[in-house]
T-cell receptor, first 115, second 113 residues
Framework: AQSVSQHNHHVILSEAASLELGCNYSYGGTVNLFWYVQYPGQHLQLLLKYFSGDPLVKGIKGFEAEFIKSKFSFNLRKPSVQWSDTAEYFCAVNRGSSNTGKLIFGQGTTLQVKP | AAGVIQSPRHLIKEKRETATLKCYPIPRHDTVYWYQQGPGQDPQFLISFYEKMQSDKGSIPDRFSAQQFSDYHSELNMSSLELGDSALYFC????????????FGSGTRLTVV
């Protein structure tokens, strides 16, 4: 079945540590890729997206992600996390060939940053 | 800037009751997607509409129905509510089926007791 997998379900880091969250998808063909953040009690907010072009994408709040087509991956990175990055992170994919644009989400990763 | 508006924010219903959730997309957005997010779960796609027509259907129970109106707002109707329907229901809107990304609403927290 077509799916999006996030390998890390719960990550605990100290402030200033580096972050990498894994995301793999199982679709062939063209895909559009997204990372969203969800703070407690809030709606999903877009961190960054990849449609085409440079596979290294820079987003808001110092986040970046790299699309590696051969590995079907779109990992999220941040060189130095802050306590305020504590949140739930979701990777999402839609198929570029889709005529409906629905997003399929990964299971999510809970990031806890200790001050 | 205008965002995606959902109402109500919170809703408490008893089993077997009905509920109607509303979603108002960003102006000029023509596509609406509905998702269900259970506690600690990833969002599950329910249904979507493009230009007032159903465009895709996911894991939406037969007890649920939805539509998109002429002003592009959408309503999710839920009948014979079950305890397991308790979840955050949020919608997203986009222009031209996600060609330029999506904007999410804050969701409706439905609790079935």
């Amino acid at each position: 079945a077509q799916s999006v997998s996030q390998h890390n379900h719960h990550v605990i880091l100290s402030e200033a540590a580096s972050l990498e969250l894994g995301c793999n998808y199982s679709y062939g063909g063209t895909v559009n890729l997204f990372w969203y953040v969800q703070y407690p009690g809030q709606h999903l907010q877009l961190l960054l997206k990849y449609f085409s072009g440079d596979p290294l994408v820079k987003g808001i709040k110092g986040f970046e992600a790299e699309f590696i087509k051969s590995k079907f991956s779109f990992n999220l990175r941040k060189p130095s996390v802050q306590w305020s990055d504590t949140a739930e992170y979701f990777c999402a994919v839609n198929r570029g060939s889709s005529n409906t644009g629905k997003l399929i989400f990964g299971q999510g990763t809970t990031l806890q940053v200790k001050p | 800037a205008a965002g995606v508006i959902q109402s109500p924010r919170h809703l408490i219903k008893e089993k077997r009751e009905t509920a109607t959730l509303k979603c108002y997309p960003i102006p000029r957005h023509d596509t609406v997607y509905w998702y269900q997010q259970g506690p600690g779960q990833d969002p599950q796609f329910l249904i979507s509409f493009y230009e007032k027509m159903q465009s895709d259907k996911g894991s939406i129970p037969d007890r649920f129905s939805a539509q998109q109106f002429s002003d592009y707002h959408s309503e999710l109707n839920m009948s014979s509510l079950e305890l397991g329907d308790s979840a955050l229901y949020f919608c997203a809107s986009s222009y031209r089926i996600g060609a330029n990304g999506y904007t999410f609403g804050s969701g409706t927290r439905l609790t079935v007791v």
